[in-house]
Nanobody, 126 residues
Framework: QVQLVESGGGLVQPGDSLRLSCAAS????????VGWFRQAPGKEREFAAA????????SYADSVKGRFTISRDNAKNTVFLQMNSLKPEDTAVYYC???????????????????WGQGTQVTVSS
């Protein structure tokens, strides 16, 4: 199993940027697809972005495409989510998650991910 710790959340104004980090311990992340999900109050957890093992393939939800960028530094065992042009509707707890299968494509369904962090709060408000 891998332990995941998210950081970088906070309170920002609309139009601002944040960079979330997901640091892993216990196993090397390079073998796994990693995703970012988010959950707003009263809503279901939803997919935001995911990245392949090498970092060469990414997937984004339509709601964040063009504004968010997922990346990874396998040497640092860390995955990032750069969030630009933030909107109030981006307010949520953001979770990183790992798909424990060592083969297979980038997935956008939460049920495909086995290991989850505790989340970091992002609040976008004027």
């Amino acid at each position: 199993q891998v332990q995941l710790v998210e950081s970088g959340g906070g309170l920002v104004q609309p139009g601002d940027s944040l960079r979330l980090s997901c640091a892993a311990s216990g196993r090397t992340l390079r073998n796994y697809v990693v995703g970012w999900f988010r959950q707003a109050p009263g809503k279901e957890r939803e997919f935001a972005a995911a990245i392949s093992r090498s970092g060469g393939s990414t997937s984004y939800a339509d709601s964040v495409k063009g504004r968010f960028t997922i990346s990874r530094d396998n040497a640092k065992n860390t995955v990032f989510l750069q969030m630009n042009s933030l909107k109030p509707e981006d307010t949520a707890v953001y979770y990183c998650a790992v798909d424990s299968s060592i083969t297979g494509p980038v997935q956008d369904a939460a049920r495909e991910y086995d290991w989850w962090g505790q989340g970091t709060q992002v609040t976008v408000s004027s």
